[in-house]
């Protein structure tokens, strides 16, 4: 596969053709955001944090940087007043739903976010996806989906699936950046199938 020069930061970088832009600054040591990626899944780009500003042929815009592939003499800038603004912005509507989110915690002082600038929506979910891909795509049992639309839409375990495959499982759990996932199984194993509950875990 050939190679793609582009430049980040200042930075002449070598990528192969068919990465994402997210990808060649991840493989050249540029640290970009982001909540909803992850190196095992398909990108989904739903998050937005990723956001970066290019410039092609004398064009500037903004683009998400984990479904953007690199192109030949592509700039790309990674941070700037109006990066900086909107990641601020998308920090503060996803507080809105998890406040208590280490991760957001840990973005907001870094982009100075205001956790309290938007109503409390606390639903603590911020529709990443992750483990709905996860569970669909690598471990390929999906056990966990999307119910309901726009902001009526939640994550829920589908019980009769979940009852067999997540309890020697739940490798979803550590990949939420909100720490909802878990307790919302907690929740479904209590309502749709409470012998789980008593069962010791794996290896006592």
Same mark, same amino acid.
């Given at each position: 596969?050939?190679?793609?020069?582009?430049?980040?930061?200042?930075?002449?970088?070598?990528?192969?053709?068919?990465?994402?832009?997210?990808?060649?600054?991840?493989?050249?040591?540029?640290?970009?955001?982001?909540?909803?990626?992850?190196?095992?899944?398909?990108?989904?780009?739903?998050?937005?944090?990723?956001?970066?500003?290019?410039?092609?042929?004398?064009?500037?815009?903004?683009?998400?940087?984990?479904?953007?592939?690199?192109?030949?003499?592509?700039?790309?800038?990674?941070?700037?007043?109006?990066?900086?603004?909107?990641?601020?912005?998308?920090?503060?509507?996803?507080?809105?739903?998890?406040?208590?989110?280490?991760?957001?915690?840990?973005?907001?002082?870094?982009?100075?976010?205001?956790?309290?600038?938007?109503?409390?929506?606390?639903?603590?979910?911020?529709?990443?996806?992750?483990?709905?891909?996860?569970?669909?795509?690598?471990?390929?049992?999906?056990?966990?989906? !999307? /119910?309901?639309?726009?902001?009526?839409?939640?994550? *829920?375990?589908?019980? %009769?699936? &979940?009852?067999? @495959?997540?309890?020697?499982?739940?490798?979803?759990?550590?990949?939420?950046?909100?720490?909802?996932?878990?307790?919302? !199984? /907690?929740?479904?194993?209590?309502?749709?199938?409470? *012998?789980?509950?008593? %069962?010791? &875990?794996?290896? @006592?």
């Amino acid at each position: 596969m050939s190679e793609v020069l582009l430049q980040i930061d200042g930075k002449e970088i070598g990528a192969r053709e068919g990465m994402t832009v997210l990808e060649a600054a991840q493989s050249a040591g540029i640290s970009i955001p982001t909540l909803c990626h992850h190196e095992k899944l398909e990108p989904y780009g739903g998050c937005r944090i990723c956001i970066v500003e290019i410039e092609d042929r004398g064009w500037t815009k903004l683009v998400v940087s984990c479904v953007y592939l690199v192109e030949e003499n592509l700039v790309v800038r990674t941070r700037s007043e109006k990066i900086d603004r909107i990641r601020k912005t998308i920090i503060e509507l996803l507080m809105a739903h998890a406040p208590n989110s280490p991760q957001l915690q840990v973005l907001a002082q870094e982009y100075g976010a205001d956790k309290d600038r938007f109503e409390k929506e606390a639903s603590f979910c911020i529709h990443c996806g992750i483990c709905v891909r996860y569970c669909a795509e690598v471990k390929k049992k999906n056990a966990v989906g !999307f /119910v309901d639309r726009g902001i009526r839409k939640e994550i *829920s375990f589908i019980p %009769e699936i &979940a009852a067999k @495959e997540c309890w020697n499982c739940k490798e979803c759990f550590p990949l939420c950046p909100t720490s909802y996932l878990q307790a919302a !199984f /907690v929740l479904i194993e209590a309502l749709a199938f409470p *012998s789980l509950s008593s %069962e010791p &875990a794996s290896g @006592e």
